[in-house]
């Protein structure tokens, strides 16, 4: 089979996906189509690991409630692989509102329980003994309350210390995780923004590797144009258009899953990149998050185009 990947993910959620001829907000609107099911980064990066093929992954996550009692039974039924931590604060619902006229996708979140110092400690406990495991560590999302920025450092300490990959997907509070270090960090144009506070993105592409950490970066911006740098250089990545285009959500968790998995089997950054950048494309042709046909990914990376800029 391959590697095991191990992904974090802190603030998984019950999705539910509602699907609109035309959404008029202000106005009563009746969906044309509807879904339910387990997502949030961590489990849509495992279940985009799983469609790739080649590898193995589990998802280390709290949940908690009649949505937490939703969740497992929805992986149970996918065959994806879960450490669920039990917390009492119920897991979040997400609803995703899709108007078909504009492809829009707007999304409403509820907030995250906060979670005491037993149940994230049970969590850190669980982490360690699944690292053990496995031979890389993906950290995905947010965190709920309860949880400091340290966790994610404290995380990527104890897989750099087992000489395990690290790759991060996340921008809040990170600045302690770069600081001591990771291998990878993928995040989206707005993100990088929020990060340095420059909307010229090759600037903030060189300000953030300045001192090394991420020792490469890789920046989705939708369908625009994507970006990585790594020791190399920098390169810029044309992405094709997406027909149809149907639901963006988990696309870029999908982008974050192929990159790390084909690294791991021996791409350089800049063709794992592609390939991640290909899948997520593919993901957005499905009414479901991070779920996509290989060979639609195949297809689309054959006219994915890239460049070294610097």
């Not at 790739?52 to 009649?66: C, D, L, R, T």
Request: net charge negative.
């Amino acid at each position: 089979m391959g590697k095991r990947i191990l992904a974090l993910g802190l603030n998984p959620a019950w999705q539910k996906s509602l699907f609109f001829d035309e959404l008029r907000f202000g106005e009563v609107n009746r969906a044309s189509e509807a879904h339910a099911m387990a997502s949030g980064k961590g489990i849509n990066f495992i279940r985009a690991v799983r469609t790739w093929g080649g590898a193995e992954a589990v998802v280390v996550q709290p949940v908690g409630g009649y949505t937490g009692r939703l969740i497992r039974d929805s992986l149970r039924e996918e065959g994806l692989d879960a450490n669920s931590v039990p917390v009492d604060a119920p897991t979040r619902t997400c609803t995703t509102l899709i108007c078909g006229k504009s492809t829009s996708a707007t999304e409403i979140i509820e907030p995250s329980g906060e979670l005491c110092r037993e149940e994230v400690e049970l969590l850190k406990e669980t982490l360690e003994q699944e690292l053990k495991h496995s031979d890389a560590l993906a950290l995905c999302g947010t965190y709920p309350p309860g949880i400091t920025p340290g966790f994610y450092a404290w995380a990527a300490a104890c897989a750099r210390t087992a000489g395990k990959p690290v790759i991060l997907d996340a921008y809040k509070g990170i600045h302690p995780t770069l600081e001591g270090g990771v291998d990878f960090l993928k995040i989206n144009r707005a993100e990088l923004t929020a990060l340095t506070g420059s909307a010229d993105v090759i600037e903030s592409l060189l300000r953030l590797r300045r001192n090394g950490s991420p020792g490469v970066l890789a920046v989705t911006d939708g369908g625009e144009d994507a970006f990585l740098a790594d020791s190399e250089g920098v390169w810029m990545f044309a992405v094709p258009p997406v027909e149809p285009f149907t639901n963006p959500i988990g696309a870029g968790d999908t982008c974050t899953a192929v990159m790390f998995l084909e690294v791991l089997s021996g791409k350089t950054p800049a063709e794992a990149f592609a390939c991640g950048l290909a899948a997520a494309s593919a993901s957005c042709m499905t009414s479901y998050p991070a779920v996509y046909r290989r060979t639609d990914a195949e297809h689309l990376l054959k006219s994915i185009s890239l460049k070294q800029i610097l």
